[in-house]
């Protein structure tokens, strides 16, 4: 296994494109977790599943976003009618459930909407 | 409310020089862990440890080191004999230690830029 990966790590769109990204956790990894990092800040948390069960989702997470994991494995992340205050570094990261502390992050997806 | 603060923006040191990088945080539960990430250019959290607190025992592993004191909220990271390779953003997080399907996410400081000029 070679860890977290995310697709694509870098999307450049236009304001009001839709964009979507995904991330591949560890294959034992029953937890999925997505962050967004935007410019000079920390990463700040968006939403996470347990299997496909979305379990929690942050005020941060608009209603132009929504995200899924709909066989407990891979999660996509879609944006819907961008803009530019969506541009930032998403992030994903995976865990056991009984480790939920050890969350392992993937490289991330850098979004810029011009 | 949980809460980290890395009241430190950007440090500058030459190498060589040892350099310790501020965390102070907040928290309601009375058990949680604290963490430090380092972020590199290329832009992947890099891991480099994680404290329960239970355990305020210093921790050194090679050229770093840390200093968990839970009187002060603080979990400071000290890096002896800089090098340039240690130039990055490092991290600050808290995670609560809950079990029964909690969140544990993580909330994270607003980093610390460390440049280590040769």
């Known amino acids: 296994d070679t860890g977290v990966s995310q697709n694509p790590r870098h999307k450049i769109t236009k304001r009001g494109q839709n964009v979507t990204f995904r991330c591949d956790p560890i294959?034992?990894?029953?937890?999925l977790y997505w962050y967004r990092q935007t410019l000079g800040q920390g990463p700040e948390f968006l939403t996470y599943?347990?299997?496909?069960?979305?379990?929690?989702k942050s005020r941060l997470l608009s209603d132009r976003f929504s995200a899924e994991r709909p066989k407990g494995s891979f999660s996509t992340l879609e944006i819907q009618r961008t803009e530019q205050g969506d541009s930032a570094m998403y992030l994903c990261a995976s865990s056991t459930a009984r480790e939920a502390y050890e969350q392992y992050f993937g490289p991330g997806t850098r979004l810029t909407v011009t | 409310a949980q809460k980290v603060t890395q009241a430190q923006t950007e440090i500058s040191v030459v190498e060589k020089e040892d350099v310790t990088l501020d965390c102070v945080y907040e928290t309601r539960d009375t058990t949680y862990y604290l963490f430090w990430y380092k972020q590199p250019p290329s832009g992947e959290l890099v891991f480099l440890i994680r404290?329960?607190?239970?355990?305020?025992q210093n921790e050194i592993s090679g050229r770093y080191s840390w200093n968990f004191q839970k009187s002060t909220s603080s979990f400071n990271f000290t890096i002896t004999a800089s090098q340039v390779v240690d130039s990055a953003v490092y991290f600050c997080?808290?995670?609560?230690?809950?079990?029964?399907?909690?969140?544990?996410?993580?909330?994270f400081g607003t980093g610390t830029l460390l440049a280590v000029q040769p």
């Open positions: 997080a808290l995670s609560g230690m809950n079990y029964g399907g909690a969140t544990n996410k993580l909330i």
């Open positions: 404290r329960n607190s239970f355990d305020e």
């Open positions: 294959s034992e990894h029953n937890r």
């Open positions: 599943f347990q299997n496909e069960a979305q379990l929690e």
